[in-house]
T-cell receptor, first 114, second 110 residues
Framework: NAGVTQTPKFQVLKTGQSMTLQCAQD?????MYWYRQDPGMGLRLIYY???????DKGEVPNGYNVSRLNKREFSLRLESAAPSQTSVYFC?????????????FGEGSWLTVV | SQQGEEDPQALSIQEGENATMNCSYK?????LQWYRQNSGRGLVHLIL?????REKHSGRLRVTLDTSKKSSSLLITASRAADTASYFC??????????FGKGTHLIIQP
């Protein structure tokens, strides 16, 4: 049982390049999330998907797009990377958090935009 | 914006001592969760307390919740060097997952 798997682990991009962060979960969770973590800022929600076929903006969606490809996979795309998007990105999944389910996180993707 | 705010931002104690971290939040919640993050790793769930609960225990962890003060505390008893990590509180408001605070960085001195 792998849990939440995200790739790549590390990536360096030049300003203006595009890339996609991939995420997959094997826990049959309905909800999936993308967070970014910056020093001194905690985790901020970029986008989430409450169920297959739906996506919604979180706190900091600008510059990102997402795709909920199927129940297992939720990808995050940077269309034109900017230095401000240098961060650690975490994918996560859960059952209903309102019902008391916890969120399971991937190990993170370190992205540097130069 | 962050819903929860942890206090202190950093805490350094001797091994064997107790560590207490506090979390304040702004709006009504469904439940509050605490997570731990080791350096360079993802977050791991520690404990959840529901809005109708006041105290909960799990091993060396004790969590309290005061909804009238919109605050929670996490107590780690008999700390160990392996407890060195960042600790985050997170609140649930609805279907959009959890909102995290900025975390308390805990250092246990051997």
């Amino acid at each position: 049982n792998a849990g939440v798997t995200q790739t790549p682990k590390f990536q360096v991009l030049k300003t203006g390049q595009s890339m996609t962060l991939q995420c997959a979960q094997d826990m049959n969770h309905n909800s999936m999330y993308w967070y970014r973590q910056d020093p001194g800022m905690g985790l901020r929600l970029i986008y989430y998907s409450a169920s297959e076929g739906t996506t919604d903006k979180g706190e900091v969606p600008n510059g990102y797009n997402v795709s909920r490809l199927n129940k297992r996979e939720f990808s995050l795309r940077l269309e034109s990377a900017a230095p401000s998007q240098t961060s650690v990105y975490f994918c996560a999944s859960s059952g209903s958090v309102v019902s008391g389910n916890t969120i399971y996180f991937g190990e993170g993707s370190w992205l540097t935009v130069v | 914006s962050q819903q929860g705010e942890e206090d202190p931002q950093a805490l350094s104690i001797q091994e064997g001592e107790n560590a207490t971290m506090n979390c304040s939040y702004k709006t009504s919640i469904n439940n509050l969760q605490w997570y731990r993050q080791n350096s360079g790793r993802g977050l791991v769930h520690l404990i959840l307390i529901r809005s109708n609960e006041r105290e909960k225990h799990s091993g060396r962890l004790r969590v309290t919740l005061d909804t009238s003060k919109k605050s929670s505390s996490l107590l780690i008893t008999a700390s160990r060097a392996a407890d060195t990590a960042s600790y985050f509180c997170a609140t649930v408001r609805g279907a959009d997952g959890l909102t995290f605070g900025k975390g308390t960085h805990l250092i246990i001195q051997p």
